[in-house]
């Protein structure tokens, strides 16, 4: 048995609105086609084309289809006067493909997350994510790093379009 712990600079981005949670919720999940059906089904049986088309069916506006969402604060309600937190995991897998082909690694942090952090007055949203690129990109290959780029960009784009004023 062996251990390797690597070392890595984590960036994390926070965008910050004055929308409301609910609101920032309410894009989000537009942006990601949330109420479409999960496809992990067919999986393991399909084709790269017929894969590839029931990815592109499923994702929204954004690219990025949802996956899951947590209500962090629902239980944190339990124990303290917490605001509403939520975190969405997003992702696309034709886009983590991109990536996963160089280092299988990324895999630890694909598909992606979005936490939703309501203002403790409740005017106002936060939403924070690891940039993609700091937490893919493990190593010095230079395709892994630009595929890892892309997505800090199109992910900036699904942020920017949900808390937009």
């Known amino acids: 048995m062996s251990k390797t712990i690597t070392s890595h600079m984590l960036q ?22 949330k109420g479409s059906p999960a496809i992990t089904a067919g999986w ?5 084309e ?6 592109n069916d499923k994702v929204g506006p954004s ?23 939520h975190v969405y995991v997003v992702g696309n897998p034709i886009f983590a493909q991109t990536m996963l ?15 939703l952090i309501e203002k403790a007055d409740g005017v106002g949203t936060d ?10 990109a493990l190593g010095d290959d230079a395709k892994l790093k630009a595929a890892a780029e892309v997505i800090d960009k199109k992910l900036e784009s699904l942020v920017e379009s949900i808390t937009a004023p």
Do not use: W
């Open 12 to 33: 994390l981005v926070t965008f910050t609105t004055s929308l409301p949670i609910s609101q920032v919720m309410s894009r989000l999940d537009d942006q990601v086609a």
């Open 44 to 48: 393991a049986t399909a084709t790269r």
């Open 50 to 55: 017929e894969f590839e088309k029931g990815i």
């Open 63 to 85: 690219g990025f289809m949802f996956f899951d969402e947590y209500n962090y604060g629902r239980f944190l309600q339990l124990y303290t006067n917490s605001p509403r937190v």
């Open 101 to 115: 082909q160089h280092d299988l690694r990324a895999a630890c942090n694909v598909p992606l997350r979005l936490l």
């Open 127 to 136: 939403v924070v994510y690891h940039l993609p690129s700091s937490v893919i």
